[in-house]
């Protein structure tokens, strides 16, 4: 066994060194579900760069060092508060804000999206499960993504006005109706932020028969 790691020191150096850069540095991010449809889709995988908001010691949640601020809008990976699982959703409201949903529709700081449809839907839930949605355009400010949500779907359509508390931020999925977000396990420490994923590497078609989908190659997520 000695002699085994003796030969072979410069791999496991090598992957001693990758790992510590995945868990400190970038790191890449698998979609396993539909909460971020449309924008993320099963089987994209995203790039993740943890050095957007601060730098961790590696293999734990200490913040060594500040280095950038979460904005509205961004699409951040990070550890459930609830059971500490990897999540990727949305940052939709910053420390201070006030945030509420009325009927599907976002208020920040009293300010009211606006919603411009773009196309009806059908959602698959699971177990050969659909159900009819809507997507739209949200815009709210000087920010604008597509999201979508069950036209049936009233569970957790509303809540607040509450508001975020210091160094913790609310998420949501694009996906409203199909989502397991702030609303379900509360506001986000910003010690739980891994980082933000900037756009997809690569992208296969995990549901249906494993096509890789070229067009969704490097694209940038917004």
Do not use: C
Not at 88 to 107: C, E, H, M, N, T
Not at 138 to 151: A, K
């Amino acid at each position: 066994m000695k002699n085994w790691i003796r030969n072979q020191r410069g791999l496991l150096a090598f992957l001693l060194l990758f790992g510590l850069f995945r868990t400190a540095v970038a790191d890449w991010n698998a979609i396993p579900s539909g909460s971020m449809h449309p924008n993320l889709l099963e089987g994209d995988v995203v790039f993740v760069n943890r050095l957007a908001y601060q730098l961790k010691l590696p293999l734990t949640d200490i913040i060594v060092m500040p280095l950038g601020e979460p904005k509205r809008g961004d699409i951040v990976t990070f550890s459930s508060p609830a059971d500490g699982t990897r999540l990727i959703k949305r940052v939709i409201a910053l420390p201070g804000d006030s945030v509420a949903l009325r009927d599907k529709q976002l208020f920040i700081n009293g300010q009211q999206a606006q919603y411009l449809k773009e196309e009806e839907i059908v959602e698959a839930l699971g177990d050969g499960v659909q159900a009819p949605g809507l997507r739209v355009k949200e815009n709210i400010g000087n920010e604008q993504r597509d999201i979508q949500w069950l036209t049936a779907a009233t569970r957790a359509a509303s809540f607040g006005p509450i508001v975020v508390p210091a160094d913790h931020f609310l998420m949501l999925g694009d996906n409203r109706d199909n989502s397991a977000d702030s609303r379900y396990f509360g506001f986000v420490p910003r010690r739980l932020l891994i980082g933000r994923a900037e756009r997809i590497l690569v992208s296969a078609a995990i549901k249906d028969n494993w096509q890789l989908r070229f067009d969704r190659f490097g694209r940038t997520l917004r």
